[in-house]
């Protein structure tokens, strides 16, 4: 399910497991590693660095 965000960008809303599947497909190969916060994970992943 698509929405749209109000700074006029796209949002995704999906399950965490369909997430995790995602982020781990071969095309991005990002693994969250076994008892570790998922939500952590997503952060940690798609926070920008300054710089």
Excluded: E
């Excluded at 960008?9 to 982020?23: A, E, M, N």
């Amino acid at each position: 399910m698509m929405r749209r965000n109000s700074s006029a960008g796209k949002s995704l809303i999906i399950s965490k497991h369909k997430s995790l599947l995602f982020f781990s497909s071969t095309r991005l190969n990002y693994q969250c590693p076994q008892n570790y916060n998922t939500s952590d994970f997503f952060i940690y992943t798609l926070a920008m660095t300054p710089g």
